[in-house]
């Protein structure tokens, strides 16, 4: 029992310690300058839409509101069934640096984001492509820090991840688990080293070298990835471009589910795509995840030294995850939640498993796609 709790406490304060410094390494966008003088390259927002007639108005005016002088937003309406391209279009009419390319039909052999987004980047004409969703929010001066940190830096990615704005303690709490997961199994602050293997994407805010981009075949490559944004990460420093993760609270911000439900479903088309739909790797991981929380339990049923490495442990992952709660600006209260959280987090991951393979694959966007043809598209 001793060594078992020791094990615990010891795997706990390095993975702790890793993602907490690791992420202090990370600079954060909205301190960085923004761009002062000369002609800043052209940049070219490409987003996907479909179905977003909630929010797309005001995420869009928040991109086209930035302090940047050379920009367009090319806005694909992927197959919406609602409002969506007709409030793009009325905005198109009020703002000629909007395009809007309406999608009526998906080929074969795609994601319809994926689509998406590799027809809007062939209709940019910028020599930086921002790779955005349609609900997020961007600060006025967010571009202008980027666009200068990857000229200065001579990076052809950068990727900066969002403050996700959750409602509830529990969403909230969730939200932090998400981020100690992806930092654990991303590692963004080594993805600028080209030596190491790591490497990054995020979905709100992959800003690419347009040239990059071309390389290494835009989304072709990655056409049935559900997970496009880290895959698109993955290819580009495979082709041996520069990276670097920043992060981007309170320049880059998502309101990212709106209930528990909600979450639980979202996660349905990549969670499984995101361990490469490895069973065996999907079911370890849950399980380790679990073992981490059995000192709750054995801390009450020792004594001695084990009960006092127990309660250790247990202090440990109360402090990580009440200072990650501080880095993602939410209470650190949300610490208390931290075991429901868990669990709830290798429930999706295990509920989204056994329902794609029930399936036979996932249903996105209101295209079904095999699981077959999905694991075939190995990145």
Same mark, same amino acid.
């Given at each position: ?33 923004? *761009? ?41 309406? @992927? ?15 009020? @703002?000629?640096? &909007? ?10 052999? *795609? ?16 020599? *930086? ?11 006025? @001066? ?113 309101? *990212? ?38 000192? &709750? ?51 999706? &991951? ?8 029930? @399936? ?20």
């Amino acid at each position: 029992m001793i060594w078992f709790a020791g094990m615990l406490l010891a795997v706990s304060v390095l993975a702790g310690l890793e993602v907490i410094l690791g992420n202090r390494l990370v600079a954060r966008l909205e301190a960085l300058p923004p *761009w002062r003088d000369g002609s800043p390259p052209r940049v070219s927002i490409v987003v996907a839409a479909r179905d977003e007639e909630r929010g797309i108005e005001p995420a869009v005016r928040s991109m086209l509101q930035q302090r940047y002088p050379d920009l367009e937003l090319v806005v694909v309406d @992927d197959r919406s069934t609602d409002r969506t391209g007709a409030i793009l279009d009325r905005m198109a009419a009020e @703002d000629p640096r &909007l395009s809007v390319v309406h999608v009526t039909e998906l080929p074969s052999g *795609w994601l319809g984001k994926n689509h998406a987004l590799h027809l809007g980047a062939q209709r940019a004409s910028g020599e *930086w492509l921002l790779f955005t969703d349609a609900d997020i929010h961007l600060a006025p @001066d967010t571009l202008s820090r980027a666009v200068r940190r990857v000229v200065e830096r001579r990076v052809d990615h950068l990727a900066a991840a969002p403050t996700l704005i959750l409602p509830g303690l529990l969403l909230k709490a969730f939200g932090v688990q998400f981020m100690f997961a992806f930092l654990s199994f991303a590692k963004p602050w080594k993805a600028a080293d080209p030596k190491s293997w790591f490497f990054v994407g995020v979905g709100a805010f992959n800003l690419v070298r347009r040239s990059a981009y071309l390389a290494v075949g835009g989304h072709d490559p990655i056409r049935l990835r559900p997970d496009d944004d880290m895959k698109l990460g993955k290819i580009l420093k495979r082709g041996g471009f520069r990276a670097e993760a920043v992060d981007g609270s309170g320049a880059v911000s998502v309101e *990212w589910y709106h209930s528990l439900g909600e979450m639980v479903r979202g996660f349905e088309k990549n969670m499984f795509a995101g361990v490469e739909y490895n069973v065996a790797f999907s079911v370890a991981g849950g399980l380790a995840q679990l073992i981490t929380l059995s000192p &709750l339990a054995l801390v009450g049923f020792s004594d001695g030294p084990a009960r006092v490495l127990f309660a250790l442990q247990i202090g440990v992952a109360l402090a990580v995850f009440a200072i990650l709660g501080r880095v993602m600006r939410v209470t650190p209260l949300v610490a208390l939640l931290y075991p429901v959280v868990v669990v709830l987090f290798v429930y999706i &991951l295990w509920r989204t498993m056994l329902l794609n393979l029930r @399936d036979g694959g996932i249903q996105w966007r209101g295209t079904f796609y095999s699981l077959r043809e999905l694991k075939a598209n190995r990145v």
